[in-house]
């Protein structure tokens, strides 16, 4: 039953704008005439000019190692309020001025490459930053839109196989602008200008959907534009009874594609066969799953060989890109639709030049050195035979009950050196507090090692889940 009744309605409702002379546009601003001529000759060449690496390296190991001060140390060690002020303290001057720090293992970042330390990638964003200056100037709409970024655009786009794509400012605002841009094609399409319920935008989201996704849906439910329902955590079965009782002609599903709170995977393949049978829009968010999964890092749709049937995908260059910024891989008339009506695009700054320079390098770099996306799965495999935890991804969710044992698990690690932080309300829900460890490329067998020794010194590894029932999570 599946069929092309979305590409209609964002057809029509680009249409309306423009016929409304409220449809949009990008303007790219070229640098430099030198820029310009580089933009052109490096578009298509595959990023030849950007020197990589075959292995590990020296600089690697920054982002993995960290240091606080000793009194930050201490104040953390005892679970007392900070808001970062003691390291302007007389004891954290004194200490620091005798070398004196906590060093860290981090194993509670998101940047599962290693990228963030990568000179290829810093001096991308130092060369562009000398030249040009920091500031983007103004919105993508006015005067933030370069040529840097629609260079950076493509690359995404072809990374997700998609006909164009949309930078903006964060992850965040990707998911919220989508969000609100979806829901106006109800309103933008309804026959008095406020949509009947026959008219809105069915939107079904996974229970433990991201905020962003969450936030962006209650926006447009505010707007008057969308119905909710909510269904059980990867549970499709739940989701088919919803969509077959659903009366609404406009229906989309979103689902984060890797979870970050529970590290397990959206069941793919069965969405797809939903999808042909509904046709409804699917919408994945990959922002732990791009770079880091399929053979090319294309993320988790590469990986379930189901990317033609993703319409939006949304990402996030802070991740495994190791830089910043967020991004929506979709349709050209999807693109515009969004940038026309996508709130948190529309009136939000530009990213900065240099940091788009930097992430179309770590493209570039991302994509080149395989052996890092080789490397963490590497680790991922390694933890999970060393440790027993049944794990599925470099996301791994030790839930230890409540709040006092997931603090006290913390600071064990914290003292014997690692960065893991205690995830706790509102984050998850009250007594399925966790520890959040992530693995990186950068990580070596002997960090894993001496990590779940400390682990199994403060947790029964054997006796601790990495999943709790969906129905304890907030709804929507």
């Known amino acids: 039953m599946a069929d092309h009744s979305w590409d209609k309605c964002v057809e029509e409702a680009v249409n309306v704008l423009e016929s409304r002379q409220i449809l949009r546009s990008l303007r790219p601003i070229c640098m430099s005439r030198r820029n310009e001529e580089e933009i052109t000759k490096n578009r298509g060449n595959g990023g030849d000019e950007y020197e990589v690496f075959d292995g590990l390296c020296q600089w690697d190991r920054t982002s993995v190692e960290v240091s606080v001060s000793i009194p930050t140390f201490q104040k953390w060690l005892h679970d007392e309020p900070s808001n970062g002020e003691e390291i302007f303290s007389g004891d954290a001057l004194a200490e620091s001025i005798k070398g004196r720090f906590k060093k860290l293992l981090l194993f509670s970042g998101n940047d599962y490459l290693g990228l963030s330390s990568h000179p290829t990638i810093s001096n991308a964003a130092a060369n562009a930053a000398k030249e ?24 995404l786009a072809e990374l997700k196989k998609k006909e164009d794509c949309l930078v903006c400012p964060t992850g965040f605002a990707a998911n919220m602008a989508a969000m609100v ?25 996974d229970a433990l959907n991201h ?58 393949e069965e969405l797809s066969q939903l999808r042909k049978k509904y046709g409804f829009l699917l ?11 399929g053979e090319t890092g294309g993320g988790v749709a590469e990986e379930f060989n189901c990317e033609a049937d993703v319409d939006l995908c949304v990402g ?29 695009f529309i009136f939000s700054t530009a990213i900065p030049v240099p940091m788009a320079a930097a992430a179309y390098a770590a493209v570039v770099v991302a994509r080149k050195e395989r052996w890092r996306r080789k490397a963490i799965w590497e680790r ?60 990186s490329a950068a990580h070596t067998t002997e960090d894993v090692k001496k990590l779940i020794t400390a682990l199994s010194s403060c947790l029964d590894l054997d006796n601790t889940a990495t999943h709790i029932p969906s129905f304890l999570y907030p709804k929507l």
């Open 380 to 439: 991922v495999k390694e933890f999970k035979a060393l440790s027993g935890v049944d794990i599925s991804s470099p996301i791994i969710s030790l839930v230890v009950g409540n709040q006092e044992k997931a603090l006290k698990a913390s600071r064990y690690l914290l003292k014997s050196g690692f960065h893991v932080m205690a995830i706790r309300p509102p984050t998850v829900p009250p007594n399925s507090c966790r520890l959040r460890v992530t693995l």
């Open 283 to 293: 919408i994945i968010d990959d922002a732990h799953g791009t770079f880091v999964c």
């Open 132 to 155: 040009y200056g920091m500031g983007p100037k103004g919105s993508a709409l006015i005067c933030g839109y370069t040529t840097y970024h629609r260079l950076l655009e493509s690359s």
């Open 211 to 268: 905020a962003s996704i969450i936030d962006g849906v209650r926006l447009a439910e505010r707007q008057g534009n969308v119905e909710v329902f909510v269904y059980r955590h990867c549970d499709m079965y739940h989701l088919n009874s919803l969509l077959s009782s659903c009366k609404m002609k406009r229906k989309v599903v979103v689902t984060d594609s890797l979870f970050s709170m529970d590290g397990d995977f959206a069941p793919m």
């Open 316 to 344: 996030t260059l802070s991740k495994a890109a190791g830089c910043h910024g967020g991004f929506i891989a979709c349709s050209k008339k999807w693109k515009q639709l969004i940038q026309s009506r996508g709130r948190s």
């Open 181 to 205: 841009a979806i829901g106006s094609v109800a309103s933008l399409l309804a026959a008095s200008g406020k949509p009947l319920k026959n008219e809105k935008v069915a939107i079904f989201s």
